[in-house]
């Protein structure tokens, strides 16, 4: 948790906007290092710790307030499939909040004094897979089937003492339930963030059914959308305003499509800092970028803040 007489993330939400960073992946893409591996950015959580701190200090410099860690694809099936044991895994997932702290030690040493956070990402089942499930959802698993296997990463990350959880890129309402079950009782506040595509999930559900999983859970301090199209935000943010009360976090893709069969980004990107103002009248107060959007996007963000 935040140790430097930072207000917590909740105080910040009521208080004010609070800005996020940007792609992680594309960060480390852009410092030369090779993501084509399915474990992608949770790679280099073992081979290049280092990395991982940089780009987080990278977005801080930018204006982030918060890092979102490399855990998005950290899994202790996916890094079993690469024959990684459970204890290993388990301290690669605390590893990622560690590397989050330590690039705050970094941007501290830099002299950037305003509050800083720390968000550890827990990623879609879908990610796991690594064969663009997340952008579909409805994988054949029960709320239970996706509870258990969420809970054990989720306890973990909690254990190594984030700020906030960020259970993000959920493209179905019925996994959302089953990361609203894993976060209950442990103490850490979380946000919940979906892939959407138009006013639904990605997986068909209305929005409104699905923000409202959120509204009574204690522990979710904002709900919103990621990892969506520039013109999917709008929409999203009054629903989730409307549906719940709660501030709102949106962190959109630059615009560009993926293409799981070719791993690449084709089309143009759409998005600009100049929406934020919108996105902000509309309700959002934890505003940054997700897939594409890389630290000079970010300090537009800022800037617009």
């Not at 990892?227 to 630059?254: I, L, M, Q, W």
């Not at 934020?276 to 970010?298: K, Y």
């Amino acid at each position: 948790m935040t140790s430097d007489n930072s207000p917590s993330l909740a105080e910040a939400l009521a208080a004010g906007t609070v800005v996020l960073d940007g792609g992680m992946s594309n960060q480390l893409a852009s410092a030369g290092h090779d993501l084509s591996d399915e474990l992608w950015s949770a790679r280099l959580l073992a081979d290049r710790p280092d990395a991982v701190s940089d780009a987080h200090l990278a977005y801080f410099r930018a204006g982030a307030d918060v890092a979102i860690t490399a855990s998005y694809q950290a899994t202790f099936e996916g890094f079993a499939q690469r024959g990684i044991g459970p204890e290993e895994a388990a301290r690669l997932l605390a590893l990622s909040v560690e590397l989050g702290r330590d690039a705050v030690r970094r941007a501290r040493e830099e002299g950037i004094v305003r509050p800083l956070w720390v968000a550890a990402s827990v990623g879609p089942y879908g990610a796991m897979l690594a064969d663009g499930s997340e952008y579909r959802g409805r994988y054949g698993l029960s709320v239970d089937e996706l509870e258990r296997f969420h809970r054990p990463r989720i306890e973990v990350l909690a254990g190594a003492g984030p700020d906030v959880l960020a259970l993000e890129t959920v493209p179905d309402a019925d996994e959302a339930a089953a990361l609203l079950r894993a976060v209950r009782g442990l103490g850490v506040p979380a946000w919940l963030s979906y892939s959407v595509a138009g006013g639904r999930t990605r997986a068909g559900q209305p929005l409104e059914e699905a923000f409202a999983l959120a509204a009574d859970v204690d522990e979710v301090i904002a709900v919103g959308v990621n990892c969506c199209a520039p013109e999917d935000v709008e929409f999203a943010v009054e629903t989730a305003v409307r549906v719940t009360g709660k501030p709102v976090v949106v962190y959109p893709n630059s615009g560009e499509v993926w293409d799981a069969e070719a791993r690449a980004w084709t089309g143009r990107s759409t998005f600009a800092a100049e929406q934020v103002a919108g996105w902000r009248e509309a309700g959002a107060r934890l505003i940054g970028g997700c897939c594409r959007v890389g630290p000079e996007g970010i300090a537009g963000i800022a800037r617009v803040v």
